[in-house]
Nanobody, 115 residues
């Protein structure tokens, strides 16, 4: 079993920065990749960024150049640094751990970009 706990998020003005983090516990050795997803009201959940244990990284086109995903294997934590935030980045951000045959989701953390 893997448990994910997210932290960070909150309210920020357009153009500002925010960071969210996700700590994994339990059978972390089974995790092959971790990612950040987001879901805005009335919209489907979408991929924001993903990073593998080997360090390969991918981003959604909408966040390239503004968001940075990183992972610290020593503390089983994945981070998402969000810069130049836009109102359309407002969503609940979820952490996801990829394991063989299954995925595990965190509880989500709200990010609101508004003046």
């Amino acid at each position: 079993q893997v448990q994910l706990v997210e932290s960070g998020g909150g309210l920020v003005q357009p153009g500002g920065s925010l960071s969210v983090s996700c700590v994994a516990s339990g059978s972390v050795f089974s995790i092959s990749a971790m990612g950040w997803y987001r879901q805005a009201p009335g919209k489907q959940r979408e991929l924001v960024a993903v990073i593998t244990k080997g360090g390969s990284i991918g981003y959604a086109d909408s966040v390239k150049g503004r968001f940075t995903i990183s992972m610290d294997n020593a503390v089983n934590t994945v981070y998402l640094q969000m810069n130049s935030l836009k109102p359309e980045d407002t969503a609940v951000y979820y952490c996801r751990a990829h394991l063989p045959g299954i995925s595990k989701w965190g509880q989500g953390t709200q990010v609101t970009v508004s003046s």
